[in-house]
């Protein structure tokens, strides 16, 4: 009796380590494995936000198309674009029409139970501009009593005005311009102190007129995009992580997203 007692006794223990195990291990990623043997990436974008997404001679091209191909690389599989209206995106991932999200998209906290973001491998968020040499302006505070230029009515016009109310006195914010090009032209012909902009004008002006302007670091708000995919394909999002970390570190992420 006592021998079948301590039989009962292990069998149970070893019952119960076996849960605990399987309790920790992670579920299996039916994404990842779907994109391995089918050797397809599925990838969601809207193709109406150059230089980001958009159609040259009918194919999906622009820098989300370059992030796409670099993790399909890296996947060891092709690249198959879906394109999709701005307001179906998360509905197409959701159904399972498309693998991820990659459409210069912010992180929504809403949608968080039902995706994963991943690292940001682009800064869109508003930023500060100066010209080459102007030493006087290093930072937001030292705006105090200056000239900045923002587009008429945009998010940067917004954020002017926050700053000439809570992070320095004495700015005028001029909102005269219909354009953020326009803004920055006036500042380089010396007609403003600073202009605040979204990075992604910023930097499509700076490849413009190479060495006339510079970006104050850092971004005055941060504003990332990032990738999507389904919040069970915990595989998947990490492979996305690995090649923007990486790809970041060794410089090529900035030459996709259109650095010099």
């Known amino acids: 009796m006592r021998r079948l007692l301590d039989l009962a006794i292990i069998v149970s223990l070893a019952l119960l380590v076996s849960l605990v195990w399987l309790g920790q291990q992670r579920p ?12 397809v990436l599925r990838v969601g974008l809207d193709p109406t936000y ?5 159609l040259v001679d009918g194919k999906v091209a622009g820098y989300d198309a370059a992030l796409a191909d670099a993790i399909a690389d890296d996947l060891g599989v092709r690249v198959e674009f879906k394109t999709l209206a701005l307001d179906t995106l998360y509905d197409a991932l959701e159904a399972g029409e498309v693998d991820m999200l990659i459409s210069a998209l912010p992180i929504i906290p ?3 139970d039902k995706v ?14 100066v010209r080459s040499g102007d030493t006087r302006i290093t930072s937001v505070e030292g705006l105090q009593g200056r000239i900045i230029g923002v587009e008429k009515g945009s998010a940067a016009d917004t954020e002017g005005r926050r700053v000439a109310r809570d992070r320095a006195q004495n700015i005028q914010v ?17 007609e ?20 006339s302007l510079v970006i104050v670091p850092p971004p005055i708000t941060d504003e990332p995009y990032v990738v999507a995919v389904p919040a069970q394909a915990p595989a998947l999002a990490s492979s996305v992580d690995s090649t923007i970390l ?11 997203m259109g650095g010099r």
């Not at 299996?28 to 050797?39: F, L």
């Not at 990486?246 to 996709?256: F, K, N, P, T, Y």
């Open 116 to 129: 994963r973001y991943s690292a940001p491998y682009y800064q869109a968020g508003q930023v500060l501009l």
């Open 246 to 256: 990486r790809r970041r570190a060794s410089g090529e992420l900035d030459r996709i």
């Open 192 to 211: 403003l102190d600073a202009v605040i902009t979204d990075g992604v004008s910023a930097q499509a002006y700076l490849r413009s007129n190479s060495g």
């Open 174 to 190: 001029r909102s005269v311009y219909l354009s953020a090009e326009d803004a920055l032209s006036a500042l380089a012909r010396g």
């Open 28 to 39: 299996a990623d039916r994404y990842m494995e779907a994109v391995r043997t089918s050797g």
């Open 50 to 54: 150059p230089p980001f997404d958009t």
């Open 110 to 112: 809403e949608r968080m």
